[in-house]
Every structure is written in structure tokens, then in C-alpha cells.
């Protein structure tokens, strides 16, 4: 999606919008990350105060991924960090969606890659493996399936079945 803002999209693809096709998410999330702009297919993941699943998916290769996950917007706790979003830039994944908190905010502001949240926590998250892998999962007014496309900038974030080409 280079150099094309998520207001042109929704404003070149309102039929999408008509049939659902692409979603526009509430605009609950805080920016952190240093790339403000980015874009890729999803996967999801679902858990709730609990970030062994989420350390395990940003392990693997993201191939310009984005990983969307339903932490059921608990601000009890973080479910992610700054070691695994270092992990997360180094292997590849274009961004991290958090329905919840993050923490080590100045580690994450550092990395070259785009991560929305909630807010920041101090307190770190339950370690007991307990979730679901690549399942829908509704957040922010929207419900996104495993294999749908992310595009996100200062604007907003969009969700769409396809891959957009403007």
C-alpha cells in the first residue's frame, strides 16, 4: 500500500465498504512502533492475559504478516513485549494488533515495525499456553477471519477480505 492513505482506499473502494467486503475498525488503538504505515495478511490469534501463544507465533517468519490478536481488551495485564517485538521485526512480520496492552513501549517505539494497542501495562501476562490459533475473533466493532488483509496508517485500520490493489 505504498503511498496510499487508508481515507483514499475507503474513499476508492466505498462499494467494498457497502458489502462488507472491507471494515474500518474503531478507532480504540494507540500507535507505537516506528512504522506508522503498514499492511499484510492476517493472522489471528485469541487469548486472554495469557502471551505464550502470541511469543510463539512472532518466533516464526512473518513473510510481511501482520498478527491480529484478540486479547478480550483486558487492560489488567500485557500480553506483549519489547523482546517479542524485536523478535517480531527481525523475523519478518509487518505489524502486531493487540486487542489489550503492551509494555516496554520505549524497547517497542524503537523497532521498525507497527504495532497498535490499547494502552501500555506494566504488569506482565499469565504464561499458560492457553488460546486459539487463526480463528475469527471480533474486536473493535469488526469481525476479521485468518487470511484477510490488514492496512493500517495514522488514519486508521481497515480490514479486507482481499488483497486491495489501488
Not at 113 to 130: C, D, E
Not at 147 to 166: F, K, M, N, Q
Request: proline share 2%.
Amino acid at each position: 500500500m505504498a503511498l496510499v492513505t487508508t481515507a483514499e482506499v475507503c474513499d476508492a473502494h466505498s462499494q467494498l465498504i457497502g458489502s462488507g467486503d472491507l471494515r474500518v475498525l474503531e478507532p480504540i488503538f494507540q500507535i507505537y512502533g516506528r512504522r506508522q504505515v503498514f499492511s499484510g495478511q492476517i493472522v489471528t490469534l485469541k487469548v486472554f492475559e495469557d502471551n505464550v501463544l502470541v511469543r510463539g507465533f512472532l518466533e516464526e517468519k512473518g513473510n510481511g504478516r501482520v498478527l491480529v490478536v484478540d486479547g478480550g481488551g483486558s487492560k489488567r495485564c500485557a500480553i506483549l513485549g519489547g523482546n517479542p517485538v524485536v523478535q517480531a521485526q527481525n523475523n519478518g512480520w509487518a505489524g502486531i494488533v493487540v486487542n489489550g496492552c503492551i509494555r516496554d513501549v520505549d524497547e517497542i517505539n524503537g523497532c521498525d515495525i507497527g504495532v497498535r494497542a490499547l494502552a501500555s501495562h506494566p504488569m506482565k501476562a499469565n504464561k499458560k499456553g492457553i488460546g486459539e490459533k487463526q480463528v475469527p475473533i471480533t474486536i473493535a466493532g469488526t469481525r476479521i477471519c485468518d487470511g484477510e488483509w490488514l492496512y493500517a496508517d495514522t488514519d486508521g485500520i481497515l480490514i479486507s477480505r482481499t488483497e486491495l490493489s489501488v
